[in-house]
């Protein structure tokens, strides 16, 4: 049964850190004011007629904090490129010149910055969602395991040892929210 609860408790923790790594993912793609290729993560080009991500059809380069250019290895991408980029409203706007695609990145206002610190704690709170949902989904397991025959003391305790992995994983979550926060609120 021990082996068992081994099991349980290395897929909620794998369970719990894919929650980390999404969360930021997440928080990559909002902008703090800095040029980022992170910014257009998740943007897709029609490339001969596949939705292909924008980062397999060009380089994607910061030259400084205030820009990214685009340099598409295929010329004619450049309108493709410019239209999904648009198209993804992600308030930058492009600009061809006919070799590569630059973009500015404006300093943000205070107001943007604000609803952008709204975004961060809500990507937090879907975070911590995650992780309690697998600390769910580990008790469920261990109650399985108590019908089956597992001591109650021993299936106390290692919903104890969840419940510490839960709290680990929350604090984790408020930290990298935390760093966010004071990342976009920094002018």
Aim: net charge negative; proline share 4%.
């Amino acid at each position: 049964m021990n082996e068992e609860i081994e099991i349980i408790m290395e897929e909620t923790t794998d369970r719990m850190n894919g929650a980390i790594r999404h969360l930021e993912t997440e928080l990559s793609k909002l902008r703090a004011g800095k040029a980022t290729p992170a910014l257009l993560d998740g943007i897709k080009v029609d490339y001969y007629g596949v939705n292909t991500p924008l980062n397999q059809v060009s380089n994607i380069n910061t030259p400084d904090a205030k820009s990214i250019i685009v340099q598409p290895w295929e010329k004619t991408m450049l309108g493709p490129i410019e239209k999904a980029i648009m198209a993804a409203n992600i308030g930058l706007t492009p600009i061809n010149n006919g070799e590569l695609i630059r973009i500015n990145v404006p300093p943000l206002t205070e107001e943007r910055r604000t609803q952008l610190v709204k975004m961060v704690k809500n990507e937090g709170e879907l975070a911590k969602i995650s992780v309690r949902n697998s600390r769910k989904w580990a008790n469920d397991e261990l109650k399985k395991l108590l019908k089956e025959g597992l001591a109650e003391d021993t299936e106390k305790i290692a919903e104890d040892n969840v419940q510490d992995l839960t709290d680990e994983y929350v604090k984790k979550v408020d930290e990298i929210v935390e760093a966010r926060e004071t990342d976009i609120m920094t002018v």
